[in-house]
């Protein structure tokens, strides 16, 4: 372990959170009330230069870097949801649910920059809210139907609370609203009694939002307008032999509508909000399960997921020191990188997992047993632009546990190693500065026990 600055990496929250739920039961219905309250306050810091040092220092590295960077980001926030539904008894030839949401946050952001920028804190406001119907109608013994609407209103803003000489009229204010109709319609086939196929088509979008970060780094915030979503699936569910195997598979298609995405760093240590013009995707999934004996448990799942950015126009910044691959444009004396084409930043390709559990009965209700999981991730991109060093290629990761456990789930002791093979995965990048990465916890060694009552 090795520090630079960023004082350690200090990071500490607290939070209090409170839910209460009521259902009462209705002659004809069920009546279900959720709310929930939370406040968390807390900050997190980092030395984000990739390194120790700077160029014009005595000793500097590893690579190049310009200048050292240390920042910290703190929060205190409020939130509030409630929501109120009435739903029938399941079961019958129709089943529908009524219900009303309510979100409200308020919270605020102060960065720090320890030598620049100086301190500024801004202040989010968020207050949405929702109404919403679903029905479901068993047309046949083989066929059901679903439909839902939602109507959204979402409103955000946006201002300076300090320093105060930052914040001016129209200067650092902003303003965000929408109100849209979000659909699904879906069918469920059962084709036989361990088998059946299902599709669904569904349109949705996301609320417009506000960036306002960079206001510490003397940019203004930025915004992204709602994002609108249509998408398509079809699939199957089966359980085979007995029941002892369960195979699930779905293919999809999407496209968005002003896809909403984060241009974080390029020129300066900025994250600002960008809408291209469309995006799509597309890909399959399956996954399984093997009861190849009462005592031996498998599964596996696998997917891919095509995407692509699709804005002839879209330019955005790119890193200080990396290799950029896209086709660049000068735009006001900055190069940037025209990006479409591009897949999503940090959507793998390609993704499988697989897990392995096996029982040894012992005892009166007890078992030894050993467990196993491994991911895959295959290609990914960190950021809207490509590089020849910003991304990531055929991930695995694994972990074993090994231990004692009550059939009843009362009781389980355990050792365990998670990353056992002490893979270096990268998972992301800092790309403002030097080429800066940050990768996956070491092998770690550990024990572990629960208890229920």
């Not at 939070?15 to 259902?23: E, F, G």
């Not at 084409?341 to 078992?367: L, M």
């Amino acid at each position: 372990m090795f520090y630079d600055a960023g004082a350690g990496n200090q990071a500490q929250y607290e939070a209090d959170i409170a839910t209460i739920r009521v259902d009462y039961d209705a002659d004809f219905a069920t009546v279900t009330s959720i709310t929930s309250w939370a406040n968390s306050e807390g900050s997190s810091r980092g030395d984000i230069d990739g390194g120790f040092g700077a160029a014009f220092l005595p000793v500097s590295g590893p690579g190049f870097i310009p200048f050292p960077s240390d920042t910290q980001d703190s929060i205190e926030l409020d939130q509030f949801t409630h929501e109120v539904r009435l739903a029938s008894d399941t079961g019958g030839t129709l089943d529908w649910q009524v219900g009303m949401f309510v979100f409200e946050s308020d919270f605020n952001v102060t960065t720090v920059g320890f030598d620049f920028p100086p301190s500024v804190t801004v202040r989010h406001t968020n207050d949405s809210w929702a109404v919403f119907g679903q029905l479901s109608a068993q047309v046949t013994d083989v066929l059901k139907l679903t439909g839902g609407l939602r109507w959204t209103d979402d409103e955000k803003q946006f201002g300076v609370t300090s320093p105060s000489f930052i914040s001016g009229p129209g200067l650092q204010f902003r303003e965000v609203e929408d109100s849209r109709l979000s659909w699904d319609l879906a069918a469920f086939l059962d084709v036989s009694d361990d088998a059946s196929v299902f599709a669904r088509v569904a349109n949705g979008f996301r609320a417009p939002t506000i960036q306002g970060r960079d206001v510490a780094f003397g940019a203004p915030p930025s915004i992204a307008l709602s994002e609108k979503i249509t998408s398509y699936e079809v699939g199957f569910k089966s359980e085979l032999a007995d029941r002892r195997v369960r195979l699930n598979g779905a293919v999809y298609y999407y496209t968005i509508e002003d896809p909403q995405f984060s241009a974080v760093g390029g020129a300066g240590n900025l994250v600002q909000l960008v809408n291209a013009e469309k995006g799509r995707g597309l890909g399959f999934e399956l996954d399984s399960a093997f009861q190849v004996t009462p005592d031996f448990l498998i599964t596996a799942g696998l997917s891919w997921n095509d995407t692509k950015i699709q804005d002839e126009n879209l330019a955005v910044g790119i890193c200080a020191q990396c290799t950029v691959i896209d086709p660049t444009v000068v735009l006001s004396g900055t190069t940037r990188a025209l990006v479409d084409g591009n897949p999503f930043p940090n959507a793998p390709e390609w993704i499988a997992d697989v897990t392995a559990r096996y029982g040894f009965p012992i005892g009166n209700g007890g078992e030894i047993f050993a467990f196993t999981d491994w991911a895959y991730q295959g290609a990914t991109n960190f950021f809207l632009y490509e590089s020849e060093e910003f991304n990531a290629n055929n991930q695995i990761e694994g972990g074993l546990r090994v231990g004692y456990a009550r059939t009843d789930g009362s009781l389980e002791v355990a050792a365990f190693v998670r990353n056992i093979t002490d893979a270096d995965n990268v998972k992301g990048g800092i790309d403002f500065n030097n080429n800066t990465g940050f990768v996956n916890d070491p092998r770690v060694f550990g024990v572990s026990a629960r208890v229920r009552y």
